[in-house]
């Protein structure tokens, strides 16, 4: 429940935790940025280090939510009274209503908290209507409340809205911090967390979404792809190796869209690959690479793949990801690509 076991995000952190320790929280906040890299937790977080139980020392910047007494316990199973959690229904609309009851709920005083939050997560769902009725109460905050509004779309917000919440931005979270979550809270092994971390563009969901070991697959599958190609000068030679990043069909699961995401998932694999083969040609260096684990593989493949094979073929793979996005066949963007490896 502590602001710790966040992963990334160190200066957002330390902003909101010196922020709450000298009750300084503007009434209104803003966190933007990607899916998935942790916006909603960071809110819940701040909302139980406003709420937990535990006193609070001023001089004491790091402290954080106890996450055992009572508050922590009922805020983390999302039944706090002063901790109103708002998300899109299954239509994908925030209504009106939902937001006028939480305002109403808003004016009045905490019931047991500190301080009342009211963390609206995908606040772009936001019919018009809804984010006007929301408006109207951050032009006259009331003082025992506050709005966390969290988006990866902060422009379909009103400008009105904008205006008014001071925007807390969120990168992706770092490689090495996906990995270690992986480790350590999902239990998978190193290899495959590092495979998904490198996949998911600083995304924790993205990452834990897919299987991982579907990530190192195509891991392997592109780092076999660009050997094959390394020293294939046949251009015959290269089209049978195209067809070993076409998935193969088989069984019940597999469909053409499936297809497309497991061949999609190798490209980005092996935009990553070529990342790294460019540090490890330009510097010979070890630090920096994201398949830290693969480099003894990287010196082999750096024979074939100099810096600049590797930047041309990273701006290749690249195009070919957008192509195979504007939905080109895969098998027209898989001979295309082996051509100019
Ligand atoms: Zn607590």
């Excluded at 998935?36 to 406003?50: F, S, W």
């Excluded at 251009?235 to 019940?252: I, M, N, S, Y």
Aim: net charge positive; with cysteine.
């Amino acid at each position: 429940m502590g602001f710790t076991s966040i992963r990334g995000h160190q200066a957002v952190r330390r902003l909101l935790q010196r922020a709450v320790t000298h009750d300084r929280l503007p009434p209104c906040l803003l966190f933007t940025g990607p899916g998935g890299v942790g916006k909603r937790l960071t809110a819940v977080t701040l909302a139980a280090r406003i709420n937990c139980e535990s006193r609070f020392d001023r001089e004491n910047e790091s402290a954080e939510a106890c996450g055992a007494c009572g508050a922590c316990e009922r805020i983390g199973r999302g039944v706090h009274p002063d901790v109103i959690l708002i998300a899109p229904e299954e239509a994908g609309a925030i209504k009106v209503d939902t937001i006028r009851a939480a305002v109403a709920q808003a004016g009045y005083r905490p019931f047991e908290g500190r301080r009342r939050v009211v963390i609206i997560d995908e606040a772009d769902r936001m019919v018009d209507q809804a984010q006007n009725a929301l408006l109207k109460t951050l032009e006259e905050p009331p003082s025992g409340s506050m709005f966390l509004l969290v988006t990866a779309r902060p422009h379909q917000l009103l400008a009105t809205i904008r205006s008014r919440c001071p925007a807390l931005r969120f990168g992706g979270v770092p490689v090495d911090d996906i990995v270690d979550l992986l480790v350590t809270e999902h239990g998978i092994t190193r290899a495959a967390a590092r495979a998904a971390a490198v996949a998911s563009d600083g995304s924790v969901s993205v990452a834990l979404e897919a299987e991982s070991d579907e990530y190192l697959e195509a891991r392997d599958s592109a780092a076999a792809a660009l050997q094959a190609l390394a020293c294939a000068r046949d251009p015959k030679q290269r089209l049978e190796t195209a067809k070993t990043l076409v998935p193969e069909r088989r069984g019940k699961k597999s469909s053409p869209a499936a297809d497309r995401e497991t061949l999609r998932r190798r490209l980005r694999a092996m935009a990553a690959l070529l990342r790294d083969l460019q540090l490890v040609a330009a510097e010979g260096a070890s630090s920096g690479l994201a398949h830290a684990d693969l480099e003894s593989d990287m010196r082999a493949l750096a024979r074939g793949f100099d810096a600049a094979r590797s930047r041309q073929g990273f701006a290749t793979v690249d195009r070919a990801l957008n192509a195979l996005s504007r939905n080109a066949s895969p098998k027209v963007v898989v001979d295309w690509l082996a051509l100019r490896l």
